[in-house]
Nanobody
Framework: QVQLVESGGGLVQAGDSLRLSCVVS????????MAWWRQAPGKEREFAAQ????????NYADSVKGRFTISRNNARNTVYLHMNNLLPEAPAVYYC???????????????????WGQGTQVTVPS
């Protein structure tokens, strides 16, 4: 059984940095595409970033490009989201998700992500 467990969320101030982690158990993620999505209350879940089997394969939402960096450590079966210069906005739950297909596709949709974590909340008050 594949499980994704996110951690690292919290309450931070605007301009601060935060690193989210997603540890995967049950399968080796070496060839998988891994993604981070986020959802604020009352809003649809939106894409933030994704990474392929190597760091050269990555995509970002325009809203986070230049501030967020997604990375992975396959030996630890872990994916990270490094968030810099956090903006004041509504609290959001950040979800880790996985596409286990053995090829990279940019901007994988929610329906194409087979596995999801429970999320970790990030709050940046204005």
């Amino acid at each position: 059984q594949v499980q994704l467990v996110e951690s690292g969320g919290g309450l931070v101030q605007a301009g601060d940095s935060l690193r989210l982690s997603c540890v995967v158990s049950g399968r080796n993620i070496n060839g998988w595409t891994m993604a981070w999505w986020r959802q604020a209350p009352g809003k649809e879940r939106e894409f933030a970033a994704q990474i392929g089997w190597n760091a050269n394969l990555s995509n970002y939402a325009d809203s986070v490009k230049g501030r967020f960096t997604i990375s992975r450590n396959n030996a630890r079966n872990t994916v990270y989201l490094h968030m810099n210069n956090l903006l004041p906005e509504a609290p959001a739950v950040y979800y880790c998700a996985a596409d286990p297909r053995p090829y990279y596709r940019p901007f994988v949709t929610q329906s194409e992500l087979d596995y999801w974590g429970q999320g970790t909340q990030v709050t940046v008050p204005s």
